[in-house]
């Protein structure tokens, strides 16, 4: 289906047939990108809540401006999947402060509640997605957690340098 712009990869003019290390490059490039939107803190959390773990950049539409966050069926826990949010790891590849995006998800996640899934379902017209609205209303209540969760946090008093427990007896 032709949408009308391309995706962000096809964008930054990413190709399986550039070396590995230019496709790096490039991905870094685009992963600045996506930390730059407006966005992006909200489709973290959104990800996070329906278990979307294969956002890439091939489907975040952008026509220069605007981004459109879309998905395919690899959302709602699909199996063979690592548990990864795509999203928070491409913040945390592009080498930007995250700290402001990661806030910014975190307060996002904590305002997502019952009303956002009924709104969300009734949307949905006659399509029964009751077990589907379940399934993410039961992601909701530990989702500001496992948002915090997927960026990488500094060490403090209570934590060795090998990430244990430990220092103050």
Not at 67 to 90: M, S
Not at 129 to 146: E, H, I
Request: a negative charge.
């Amino acid at each position: 289906m032709d949408v009308g712009y391309p995706s962000l990869k096809q964008r930054i003019c990413w190709s399986p047939a550039l070396p590995p290390q230019v496709r790096a490059v490039l991905e870094r490039s685009g992963a600045k990108l996506v930390a730059g939107f407006p966005d992006t803190p909200r489709a973290i959390s959104a990800d996070e809540a329906i278990a979307n773990r294969d956002r890439n950049l091939g489907n975040i539409l952008w026509d220069g401006q605007t981004a459109t966050w879309i998905d395919h069926e690899r959302a709602l826990g699909r199996e063979g999947l690592p548990d990864v949010n795509k999203l928070a790891a491409l913040v945390t590849m592009s080498g930007i402060d995250d700290r402001d995006i990661q806030r910014a998800a975190v307060g996002i996640s904590l305002t997502l509640g019952e009303q956002a899934i009924r709104e969300a379902e009734a949307s949905c017209g006659d399509l029964n997605v009751s077990g589907f609205a379940q399934q993410v209303a039961d992601r909701l209540g530990p989702l500001a957690t496992r948002v915090l969760q997927r960026f990488p946090q500094p060490h403090d008093l209570f934590t060795e340098g090998d990430g244990t427990a430990g220092g103050l007896q």
